[in-house]
C-alpha cells in the first residue's frame, strides 16, 4: 500500500497554466495529416518558421517599395503617349517571388519609353548618349536579384548569393542613376516646348 506521506498533493488550479489561445486554435489543426507531431509542440515548431517568412516578406516589401519609388520618380516625367508600361506596374514588384520576374519586365520597358521620347526630341540629347536607355544595366540587375534570392534554396550555387546581391545592388544604382540622368534630360526639353520663343519686335516704320 503506498504511503499516503509520498503521494504528490493535487495540484491546485493556480498551478495549472492555462493554454494561450493561438495554441488552443493550432490544436485543431491536423498536424499528422502533415507528418507533424500532435499538439502543442507542432505549434511550437511551426510558429516560429510562419513568423521568419513573414518578417523575410515584410523586409522583401520595404526594400522592393524603395527600389520601386526611385524607378517610378524619373518614369512620371515622361509623357503619356511614350510610355509603355502603366506607372502604377512598376509597383507589381513589391509583391514577393512575382516581382523578381516582374522586374525584367520593368526594367526593359522603362528605358524603351525614355529611347521612344528622345527619338521623338533628338535635339534633347545633342550632346548626350541615350544608349540602351539603361536597359543593359536594369537586366543585370534583374538577374543578379533573382540569382541572390533563390540561390540559398539550392545546392550548387549557395555561395554566389551574397556576391549576386551585392551585384545587384551596384547595378540598380547605376541603372537608376541612368533614368534619373534621361529623366532631367525629359524635363529640360518639355520646359523649352511649353515656352514659346521671343518674338523679335516689329520694326517702326
Not at 79 to 92: E, K, Q, T
Not at 170 to 180: G, N, Q, S, W
Amino acid at each position: 500500500m503506498d504511503d499516503p506521506a509520498s503521494t504528490p498533493p493535487a495540484p491546485t488550479p493556480s498551478d495549472i497554466a492555462e493554454v494561450p489561445p493561438w495554441e488552443q486554435w493550432l490544436e485543431l489543426v491536423p498536424w499528422e495529416r502533415w507528418g507533424f507531431t500532435a499538439g502543442a509542440g507542432a505549434a511550437s515548431a511551426i510558429l516560429p518558421i510562419v513568423i521568419g517568412l513573414l518578417m523575410a516578406a515584410a523586409a522583401y516589401a520595404l526594400i522592393a517599395s524603395v527600389f520601386a519609388l526611385l524607378v517610378w520618380l524619373p518614369y512620371r516625367r515622361l509623357p503619356r503617349r511614350d510610355r509603355l508600361i502603366f506607372g502604377v506596374s512598376i509597383w507589381l514588384t513589391v509583391v514577393p517571388v512575382l516581382g523578381l520576374l516582374w522586374n525584367f519586365r520593368v526594367v526593359a520597358k522603362v528605358p524603351a519609353s525614355f529611347r521612344r521620347y528622345f527619338e521623338r526630341h533628338p535635339d534633347a540629347v545633342a550632346s548626350v548618349s541615350v544608349g540602351d536607355g539603361g536597359r543593359g544595366l536594369g537586366l543585370g540587375y534583374a538577374i543578379c536579384a533573382v540569382l541572390g534570392v533563390l540561390a540559398p534554396f539550392t545546392c550548387v550555387f549557395s555561395a554566389l548569393a551574397f556576391p549576386a546581391l551585392i551585384a545587384s545592388l551596384v547595378l540598380y544604382i547605376l541603372f537608376v542613376a541612368k533614368l534619373f540622368g534621361l529623366a532631367d534630360l525629359v524635363r529640360d526639353q518639355r520646359r523649352r516646348d511649353t515656352v514659346p520663343d521671343s518674338q523679335p519686335a516689329p520694326a517702326i516704320a
